[in-house]
């Protein structure tokens, strides 16, 4: 039990710390709640995009890494079409 509380913690971490640094590379302004989503999203977007290349990022800077250009995917997607 403890164990998934913490992973939760981790995930969201990882996800606002990824998600700002995302918003800073791209020039998206946006709240903590905007940034801690786009991380978390970004991370499921980059470990498959990756994925299909065949890289993998592990450990947590490996995570904040992927969850960095799956971000700036994501971003670079709604600028282009929103």
């Known amino acids: 039990m403890i164990g998934k509380i913490f992973s939760f913690i981790l995930c ?30 970004g991370g499921v977007v980059g470990g498959f995009v990756l994925g299909l290349l065949g890289i993998s990022g592990s450990g947590i800077i490996g995570g904040i890494i992927v969850s960095v250009i799956g971000s700036c995917l994501l971003i670079y997607l709604g600028k282009k079409f929103l």
Do not use: E, F, P, Q
């Not at 990824?18 to 940034?35: D, E, F, Q, T």
């Open 12 to 41: 969201i971490a990882v996800g606002g710390v990824s998600g700002m640094i995302a918003g800073n590379i791209m020039g998206s302004k946006g709240s903590a709640l905007r940034n801690i989503v786009l991380g978390i999203v």
